[in-house]
């Protein structure tokens, strides 16, 4: 029997061009509920989560982004042509208090693989940090009701996917399997 859980982490990939339509607010719910239930160390929950969806506000990073970093650095692929949130109608981001990067992970994936179960393409961005993490990002976090000195952790762009691209092959010789050790 086909197992859809390992299905749709295998079938994952990151999708960097997105439809101009905005994902349901069900859809919506479902991926922050599937979000909360990750888990995280000690049960500290130490995420916060914040989701965009105002194109305005969308562009306007972009600009502040692009003005901290440079219009012409490669910072993030397809830098040229694509705005920081990857034109993408929905943008979550996470944030910490203190360095909870590995929960932040955990929760990202969780997101990525709920996005992906219901037909919806992800791309994760951290290269938002460039702007939040500096002086400059301090104006978002007080605008999305972040404390200042909580830590941006990464964001993850969300809609209706408009590319199929090919998977990016994984390199071999990575895992081990240790049946008896040598002592
Ligand atoms: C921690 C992390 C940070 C990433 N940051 C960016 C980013 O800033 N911009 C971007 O376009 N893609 C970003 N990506 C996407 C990766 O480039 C992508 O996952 C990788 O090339 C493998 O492709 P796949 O997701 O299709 O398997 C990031 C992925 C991860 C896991």
Known sequence: ????????????????FYKDEQISDEQLSAILEAAVW??????GQPCHIRVLQDKKALEALNVDFKNK??????????WNISPVYQ???????????GNSAMDGGIMTENICIAAKSMGLGTCIIASVGGLMNEPEGNVWKKRMNIPEDYKFLIAIAVGYPDEDPAPKPRAEGR??????LAL
């Open 1 to 16: 029997m086909e197992n859809i859980v390992l299905k749709t982490i295998l079938d994952r990939r990151t999708i960097r």
């Open 38 to 43: 990750a888990p995280s160390g000690r049960n």
């Open 69 to 78: 970093v440079g219009w012409d650095t490669p910072a993030y692929t397809n």
């Open 87 to 97: 034109n993408a109608p929905t943008l979550i981001f996470l944030f910490a208090e």
């Open 175 to 180: 895992v081990e399997i240790i049946k008896e």
